[in-house]
């Protein structure tokens, strides 16, 4: 794989598209998109709890959390009408296809038990070898497709870990992703060197089309963020539902409150400027792989929005 030809980043954002979006972006329809998302190694019942709380108050599409979890959220989420949503071969895809296969099968089974519903109640985010899929394309749709086939029919979201793959690999793990089954594409595990960046979001979208979901997730913090990410994968509205957009968040509190402020004055947010270089990632390098790095290094030395980095030092 070789990385795409230049071209500027998305960081023009027309300001009536975003007025549309913050107008049409009530309470209701934003909770709608957010998977409320804890996957810390120190999380507890509590915290567990206090998500269901917030799911159920104002309607999210799901509780994402790690898989252990899988004795207690589907308990209380009996009866709630949110889903269940479990990372699989969290955070770095490496286990080998079989065992990512079988953690995925497990989850399904005991959720199902104890949750008591039947199907359809549970979601699979699971992380794709990013090593392997470099390396043999093929290994990656096997593995999707074990997943999936192990998911027994319940949808399955496919972490490409974006931030360390170049454009047209991005690309390549999407398409892959959907010849394989799965129902959605997700850029980040939220621990990757960067997460959400409207660039990557709208990259995803274009290549999986419109019959299939992009979710957002990592660094997600304000309505705001969730506006322009809106913009990059879901700009129709017919775009913008659970089957077809996605947010994932640790602040699902935060991001209502604060679309209260949007929605008081759109115009007014809408056109407000941005630093182009605050939402790009060839700004976001530091934690990449030198070889990744330095394509994205050299994208922006081409960038015409250059002139906000000049001074800053490669």
């Not at 107008?23 to 329809?29: A, C, I, N, T, Y």
């Not at 810390?40 to 567990?48: F, L, R």
């Not at 953690?103 to 985010?125: N, Y």
């Not at 029919?153 to 690309?171: A, Q, T």
Request: proline letters at 6%; a neutral charge; one cysteine or more.
């Amino acid at each position: 794989m070789t990385a795409a030809g230049p071209r500027p980043p998305l960081v023009e954002f027309p300001p009536q598209a975003l007025v549309e979006i913050i107008e049409w972006l009530d309470q209701g329809r934003a909770a709608s998109l957010l998977d409320v998302t804890d996957l810390k190694a120190d999380t507890q019942e509590p915290k567990i709890t206090r998500m269901v709380d917030w799911a159920t108050q104002y309607g999210c599409a799901s509780i994402c959390v790690n898989p252990t979890e899988v004795d207690l959220l589907p308990q209380l989420l009996q009866g709630t009408g949110v889903k269940e949503c479990y990372v699989i071969d969290f955070p770095l895809g490496k286990l080998p296809v079989e065992l990512k296969a079988d953690q995925a099968a497990r989850v399904v089974k005991q959720s199902r038990t104890v949750r008591g519903e039947g199907a359809g109640w549970i979601e699979l985010d699971v992380v794709i070898n990013v090593g392997r899929l470099k390396r043999d394309p093929a290994y990656t749709r096997r593995e999707v497709a074990a997943v999936v086939e192990a998911a027994d029919g319940e949808h399955v979201k496919v972490i490409i870990r974006s931030s360390e793959l170049l454009e047209d690999e991005i690309v390549a793990a999407c398409q892959i992703a959907q010849e394989a089954g799965a129902h959605f594409v997700k850029n980040s595990t939220g621990m990757d060197a960067f997460g959400a960046t409207p660039e990557h979001i709208r990259l995803m979208r274009d290549a999986v089309g419109e019959n299939m979901g992009v979710k957002a997730a990592g660094g997600i913090r304000d309505a705001m963020d969730v506006v322009r990410l809106i913009y990059a994968g879901a700009p129709e509205p017919h775009l913008r539902t659970p089957e077809r957009f996605r947010i994932g968040t640790s602040g699902p509190i935060n991001i209502l409150s604060t679309l209260g402020w949007l929605r008081q004055a759109p115009a007014a947010w809408a056109q407000a400027g941005v630093v182009p270089c605050t939402l790009c990632p060839s700004n976001l390098t530091a934690k990449q792989r030198r070889e990744v790095r330095e394509v994205y290094m050299r994208r922006c030395r081409q960038c015409p929005y250059f002139e906000y980095r000049k001074d800053k030092d490669f």
